[in-house]
């Protein structure tokens, strides 16, 4: 009889043991990983705010990180003194069908913006750029308006997660997702 309470004992011990050591952690769920974007290509369209040809500035990198540089083109020269409305369209060209990922940027637009820089002596601005759901700029849709003939680089770049509002790149922080330079010339 003295076996059998303890093995009884020994037997709720155990059993007690097993039940406080294990814990519910299974049953929380986890924390959801926002992966990066591919981004293969990024498609600029300038098309004349009073009609006419668009200008189609892209850069197309299907090998994603691989050794393949982007294949940079510019489908044409801009005006001068001409006011362009710009698009922005970003795409993973290494699924079926592309994915659009433009559309997932404006979904998280407190999280990118975009930004515009001019490089050599091209005589162009860039403003009136869409805004963000906290009235900051986002930039998927702006207006670039050029001045007299010239030729230099413009450089577009999109940035995950920077600080807002910013005076512009230098300030901005956050990681660069894409970042393309086209020579532009304006006539």
């Given amino acids: 009889?003295?076996?059998?309470?303890?093995?009884?004992?020994?037997?709720?011990?155990?059993?007690?043991?097993?039940f406080t050591s294990c814990s519910n952690d299974d049953d929380a769920a986890p924390a959801p990983v926002n992966e990066e974007e591919v981004i293969t290509t990024l498609t600029v369209t300038l098309t004349p705010a009073g009609g006419g040809t668009a200008v189609t500035l892209q850069s197309r990198d299907l090998d994603g990180d691989g050794s393949d540089a982007p294949v940079i083109t510019v489908s044409g020269d801009l005006a001068a003194g001409t006011t362009y409305n710009g698009t922005v369209v970003l795409l993973n060209e290494t699924e079926t069908p592309a994915e659009n990922i433009t559309t997932e940027v404006e979904e998280e637009d407190?999280?990118?913006?975009?930004?515009?820089?001019?490089g050599g002596s091209l005589n162009v601005t860039t403003a009136n750029f869409n805004l963000d759901t906290a009235g900051n700029?986002?930039?998927t849709s702006f207006d670039v308006t050029t001045g007299?003939?010239?030729?230099?680089t413009y450089t577009v770049t999109l940035r995950h997660e920077p600080t807002k509002p910013n005076t512009g790149l230098g300030d901005a922080g956050g990681e660069t997702d894409i970042s393309a330079t086209f020579d532009v010339t304006i006539q």
Wanted: proline share 0%; hydrophobic share 50%.
């Fill in 110 to 118: 407190l999280e990118h913006q975009f930004f515009y820089t001019v």
């Fill in 1 to 18: 009889m003295k076996k059998f309470k303890i093995s009884i004992i020994t037997a709720i011990a155990i059993t007690g043991t097993l």
């Fill in 137 to 139: 700029v986002l930039g």
């Fill in 148 to 152: 007299a003939a010239s030729t230099g």
